[in-house]
């Protein structure tokens, strides 16, 4: 499944964003979907994900509370909803699908299709 990330830009501290993820190719309601996050010189961070069956979703714990993931598998679209943001939560979003099982929700190997990622930048 091909995926594209949209929705980043600049903001101010305190400011919402929604990011996308939209798929092309296949139907995303199969596959579980998350949002990674990488800042420069750091590792790609887990920041939430939906599970295809039932939506259960989960969060990281740096946006725990100030983060929501949900999905229209009528339209193959993820949202990622960021409220309150912080300069910390500057980074390149990266939304990614696959079928990990439970315990591999949370790691970057549990998903094999990729996208290209957007950035948000957020100003103090």
């Known amino acids: 499944v091909q995926l594209q990330a949209s929705g980043g830009g600049l903001v101010q501290a305190g400011r919402s964003l929604r990011l996308s993820c939209a798929a092309s190719?296949?139907?995303?309601?199969?596959?579980?979907v998350a949002w990674f996050r990488q800042a420069p010189g750091k590792e790609r961070e887990f920041v939430a994900a939906?599970?295809?069956?039932?939506?259960?979703?989960y969060y990281g714990d740096s946006v725990k509370g100030r983060a929501t993931i949900s999905r229209d598998n009528a339209e193959s679209t993820v949202y990622l909803q960021m409220n309150s943001l912080k300069p910390e939560d500057t980074a390149v979003y990266y939304c990614?699908?696959?079928?990990?099982?439970?315990?591999?929700?949370?790691?970057?190997?549990?998903?094999?299709?990729w996208g290209q990622g957007t950035q948000v930048t957020v100003s103090s």
């Open positions: 990614a699908a696959g079928t990990p099982i439970l315990s591999s929700l949370r790691l970057k190997a549990g998903y094999p299709s």
């Open positions: 190719g296949r139907t995303l309601s199969r596959y579980s």
């Open positions: 939906i599970r295809y069956s039932g939506g259960y979703t």
